[in-house]
């Protein structure tokens, strides 16, 4: 019998335990409600929610998603219906399936980060938090918290004392290297880190001689992104199996296929989560746990966690 079940909170009482290591990432799954009709939730690992606001926000102007080569730019500024209407309407859904789901919340002030974590406290449903210090859409809070270490280490800090959840602190990858806000992270009380969130970029579009997206500035995520995203996680892995050996990395960042979530298993990732792919194929989280077992099978690999951290 070959086990995939990973561990993404050792250090919490009662942990963040999943069947399998793939997750499906924030904001391309929304709230799981129109995707669970399409793909089989109920073999994925876990899936992270969209980023969560304390109030409903309707998100930028349009254009706010344009196609790249391997990749698109998104500036979607986190739409989204607020907090309450999550907690109302979403999370009883949630509580009767077998599948976690992690909240992302996104506050634009530390008062905020510590508002959502209290109402998700106690909440059914809830399986974890994903604190999103990095989104770089909005100008109030995101870039300017996720850049730099201190400013993750308060944020952590005060949204570890809210909540009594496994906490995940999801890093941004702007600043170069991530492991100062990683190290920052785990020594303020995340369970675990995941990285990375999308990586900020611009297109022009030459016929009106304007930026194409109405925000200017996205995120660029999708394939393009994997080869940096692997050599963060593989950095962040090396850093914290020496300081944090217990804080798991999550990684994240144009994974595709089994091939590319061994990659990151492989690199020191305990799960992984996919992102664009969801919206060519809702249904890669499923074909990479198949992907995944076919592996293990042939490599006679019995537990997935022989494999994390093994290129490392
Ligand atoms: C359209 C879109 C919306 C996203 N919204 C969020 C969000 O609300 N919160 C967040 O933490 N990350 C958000 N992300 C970032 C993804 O969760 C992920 O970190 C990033 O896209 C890299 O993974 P990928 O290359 O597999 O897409 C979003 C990404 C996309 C493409």
Redesign the pocket.
């Known amino acids: 019998m070959m086990n995939l079940q990973t561990q993404l909170a050792p250090c919490h009482k009662r942990g963040l335990l999943l069947q399998n290591p793939v997750v499906v ?4 799954f929304g709230y799981g409600m129109d995707d669970s009709k399409i793909t089989e939730v109920h073999n994925l690992g876990a899936i992270t929610c ?2 969560t606001t304390l109030y409903p926000r309707i998100g930028n102007e349009q254009p706010r ?1 344009m196609e790249t080569a391997s990749g ?1 730019l ?1 500036a ?1 500024g ?1 739409q989204n219906p607020g907090i309450h209407t999550v907690i109302e309407e979403y999370a009883p859904i949630w509580a009767t399936w077998q599948t976690p789901v992690i909240v ?1 919340i ?1 506050g634009e002030t530390l008062e905020e980060f510590v508002e959502l974590a209290s109402l998700l406290e106690g909440v059914d449903g809830v399986a974890a938090i994903e604190v ?1 210090v ?2 770089p859409n909005v100008l109030a809070g995101g870039a300017a918290f996720g850049a730099d270490a201190e400013k993750v280490a308060e944020v952590t800090s005060v949204v570890r004392r809210a909540t009594t959840l496994p906490l995940i602190v ?1 890093l941004s990858p702007n600043s170069g290297d991530v492991r100062p806000t990683a190290l920052a992270a785990a020594s303020s009380g995340a369970d675990a880190v995941s990285l ?3 990586i900020t970029g611009i297109g022009i579009d030459i016929s009106k001689r304007r930026p194409t997206l109405a925000n200017v500035t996205g ?1 660029l ?2 394939p393009a ?1 994997k080869p940096i995203a692997l050599r963060m996680v593989y950095d962040v892995a090396r850093e914290l199996r020496l300081t944090y050996p217990r804080v798991p990395v999550i990684g ?4 595709s296929n089994a091939i590319d979530a061994l990659e990151f298993l492989m690199a020191g990732a305990s799960a992984i ?5 969801n919206f060519t194929n809702p249904r890669a989280g499923i074909e990479i746990v198949e992907g995944i077992e076919k592996f293990m099978q042939q490599e006679r690999v019995e537990s997935i966690t022989e494999l994390v951290g093994m290129a490392l």
Do not use: E, P, R, W
């Not at 990432?25 to 391309?28: E, L, P």
């Not at 994240?252 to 994974?255: D, H, P």
């Not at 989560?273 to 792919?277: D, F, L, M, P």
């Open positions: 990432a924030s904001g391309t969209k980023g998603i698109m998104n979607i986190l992302n996104a999103n990095s989104c999801k990375i969130n999308t995120g995520s999708g992104i994240i960042g144009g994974i989560q996919i992102g664009t792919v």
